[in-house]
């Protein structure tokens, strides 16, 4: 079993995804803070507002304002989808280690200092979680597990939870890998293993609590971005194995 560690990362920065989340973001921001405080030297929080409709660019510019010195919001103009999102938060972050995590508050960001226990333990360039009891439909798990099935059989990928929102990511791993492509779906997530995978890079895996969501509502489950993420899964297994890109 992996404890939570005391020790202290040199710099870490920690992004969150908005979408139509003025609900939630400023109390996942207030609850994390104080543990970003403890694990890092020195530290950023970026929160990406992709295209919100609601009242979320109000929120976040109060927080913005509250710390100035340690908080960027990255904007969107129009909703680009989930892979954009973790794309600007991921390129964007200039520290050494980076942290990511959803804006809806479904995850305990104290439990940042199990991934961090897990990578000084097992020296991998990334420590994902995974989903201790997931707080979502039984439809929901059934169909991330087909999907986690054909990433194994198309990418020999074996992770526990391909999707799990909440990652500890060296920064070398995002400056060496080719670029991520995934916009609209969520595909991303599986890219990016796929790739760190390809590149030689150690991914260790760590158990996190799932909370359910309190506020608003969740749409990676549209049909469209399904489709997309379907069609982004085989555009990039068509590009490793019949192109020299």
Not at 19 to 33: K, S
């Amino acid at each position: 079993m992996i404890k939570p560690t005391s020790a202290k990362l040199p710099e870490l920065s920690v992004f969150f995804l908005c979408y139509n989340e003025e609900a939630n973001i400023e109390n996942t921001f207030n609850r994390a803070l104080p543990f970003i405080k403890q694990v890092a030297q020195r530290f950023e929080v970026l929160i990406v507002n992709d295209g919100s409709k609601d009242k979320s660019a109000l929120v976040l510019e109060k927080i913005k304002k509250k710390y100035p010195k340690i908080v960027r919001i990255v904007t969107h103009p129009v909703n680009r989808g989930y892979g954009a999102a973790f794309k600007s938060g991921l390129y964007n972050s200039r520290y050494q280690w980076i942290a990511f995590t959803d804006g809806d508050g479904q995850f305990d960001f104290s439990e940042i200092k199990l991934l961090i226990a897990k990578q000084k333990k097992t020296h991998s360039d990334m420590v994902i979680g995974y989903y201790l009891a997931r707080q979502v439909s039984p439809m929901v798990i059934l169909t991330s597990k087909i999907w986690e099935l054909i990433v194994f059989i198309l990418y020999g990928l074996r992770v526990t939870d391909i999707d799990c929102g909440f990652k500890l990511i060296s920064k070398k791993v995002a400056d060496t890998i080719p670029d991520l492509e995934a916009e609209r779906g969520a595909f991303v997530n599986s890219e990016f293993l796929i790739k760190a995978k390809k590149a030689g890079f150690k991914i260790s895996e760590v158990g996190v609590h799932h909370y359910p969501r309190k506020e608003g509502k969740a749409t990676g489950r549209q049909l469209k971005v399904i489709l997309k993420s379907f069609s982004d899964l085989f555009k990039l297994w068509y590009k490793i194995n019949f192109t020299r890109a």
